[in-house]
């Protein structure tokens, strides 16, 4: 139960802030919140210090409706009809999108600024703005033929999530901050045909800009020379979409170590654990520590009736070694949760009657724990870099062997990164406060939130996707699953700001 007084406050305030969002400004002089005062009987000229977001439950109003009709149309600006989203970096589709997003931002009363890449942050001050401010937001980009919630459901939820802090009188003593990410997806600035300079930098580019921020100067080198398949430089590609307008220097996208008190990220599961269990919330307590290699073998070709066997040496051979090793490595690191994966596997001319003459790899790695025990992180980082160290033997040897050139590339060998106390506590104080299931399990997929632990205290809310479809027009979160997150995320935000 809310204290009478509390709650007849709240009603105040909602009534007041309805006709005068300025009310609640931190000013004594401000004749209305006299007014208000001696309306309530409370003094609102200062905030509470000891204040119980669960005061807020009983002004809790998400408005779902209204969110759901933004994903909605979000999901209209995409190069491919919805529900197959097709929405790739710089593009007009994704100028369109950041457009309406950006628009959000304002119309939620937040002061927004770009960075140099096209990350936007839209900033409520809060009532002590020397402090570090608590930040939440992901990514709108999509893979071609994805789906509508990927990333969205963090950002239009968290902007709800803001609006509903706003309506229920809430006062934040941290600033807040929705963050939404720059995404580089490979389609664009990723992997390119066999022996191209395009697959300098493959991996998913959503974490690439977040890795930006979390001022990897590599990053930042590689970025200024990647081109897409248009010859496109990113820089180019940045400034024909209105960002990087004079800069040839990304440092400024660097994030101050710090920056943040707190980054809390809401996404969809992208897992089938939580619909299968039928729980409503994810309390993220890890995310995977992956590594991605690209290897390339080089070999003679030839014509493939006229070169004999043993005069062969054959770059496809070499490559279809090496996979099995990979799997064969994996299986022996001992750990269920080690996994890695051939994605891709080119083979060059590719014709039915030559012989292979290069081979093209790609290699994903990922670790992740049954334990969410701080002391096996190193365990488990090791371990996985012990098979990367085999793999790298086993491609050396095979080359060897077969008389094929070798070029071995680790690409990201990120760490593991765990999430905050203070943030898992404040999202599972919160769960527990709507009543809502939930239970903290690791996160296997990359997030924005895996490089904003570099800068920051980080956590994460899932939300059950059904059957675990993702990246794929499959992909459906119910509205009540949506619903109940940003309701989490309206409370851990109210949590974190407030202290
Ligand atoms: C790509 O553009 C660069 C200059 O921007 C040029 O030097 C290079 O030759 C171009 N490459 C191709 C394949 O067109
Ligand atoms: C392997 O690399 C060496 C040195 O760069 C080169 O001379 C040789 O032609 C390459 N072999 C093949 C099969 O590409
Ligand atoms: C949670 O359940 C308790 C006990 O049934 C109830 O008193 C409380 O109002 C519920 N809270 C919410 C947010 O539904
Ligand atoms: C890239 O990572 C983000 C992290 O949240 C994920 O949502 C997105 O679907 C990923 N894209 C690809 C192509 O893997």
Redesign the pocket.
Known sequence: MVPQGLSNFCLLLLLFLHSSPGILAVNNEDPTAKIMEEFSGYPIHEPPHSFDPRSLLSSLSVDVQLLLSQIADLSTFSDTPAPAITRILYSEKDVLARRYVKNLLGLAGLSVREDAVGNMFGRWDGYEPELAPVATGSHIDAIPYSGIYDGVVGVLGAIEAINTLKRSGYKPKRSLEVIVFTSEEPTRFGIGCVGSHLYDIPYNLTFECSRLMARNEAVMKALKTTFDKQNISFLEAARSAGYAKGVDDLSSVFLKEGCYSAFVELHIEQGPILDAEGISIGVVTAIAAPATLIVDF???GGHAGGVLMPHR?DAGLAAAELALDVEKYVLESGSIDTVGTVGILQLHPGAINSIP?KAHLTIGMVITWLEVAEDTRDIDEKRRNEVIEKIHESAVAIARKR???LSFKILNQDPPAHSDKSVIEAVEVASKELNLTHKRMISRAYHDSLFMAGVSPMGMIFIPCYKGHSHKPEEYASSQDIENGVKVLFLTLAKLSST
Do not use: D, I
């Open positions: 080089e070999g003679n040496n003459s008389g094929v050139n």
